[in-house]
């Protein structure tokens, strides 16, 4: 089964991480280094912060516990960055 992929969220979701991690001044090394020194997990933020691949729901779930964001606050900062991604409801 061939795999989803929306360039456009996943560049959206790109620059929110790469916001909060220049937010917090921590390299990819050492948010790679606390995130498998608490949960034991080993992520690949330089793959997640390019693009290169798609972000699971569990992974981002981690990156916003790290970054004391709620999902739903980290998805109004992705609608934030590309208007074009916010959903309106229609009725």
Same mark, same amino acid.
């Given at each position: 089964?061939?795999?989803?992929? =929306?360039i456009q969220?996943? *560049? *959206?979701? /790109? +620059?929110?991480?790469?916001? &909060? /991690? !220049?937010?917090t !001044?921590l390299?990819?090394? !050492?948010?790679?280094t606390?995130?498998?020194? $608490?949960k034991?997990?080993t992520?690949? #933020? !330089? /793959?997640?912060e ?5 972000i $699971?729901? $569990?992974t981002?779930?981690? &990156?916003?516990?790290?970054y004391k964001i $709620?999902?739903s =606050?980290f998805? +109004? /900062?992705?609608?934030?960055?590309d208007?074009k #991604? +916010?959903?309106t409801? +229609?009725?």
């Amino acid at each position: 089964m061939k795999q989803i992929k =929306n360039i456009q969220l996943l *560049a *959206a979701i /790109r +620059k929110v991480l790469q916001d &909060l /991690r !220049a937010e917090t !001044a921590l390299t990819q090394d !050492a948010i790679i280094t606390d995130i498998f020194d $608490s949960k034991n997990v080993t992520i690949n #933020l !330089a /793959r997640i912060e390019t693009g290169t691949g798609n972000i $699971s729901p $569990s992974t981002l779930f981690l &990156l916003c516990e790290y970054y004391k964001i $709620s999902i739903s =606050n980290f998805f +109004k /900062r992705v609608e934030e960055v590309d208007k074009k #991604l +916010k959903i309106t409801d +229609k009725k």
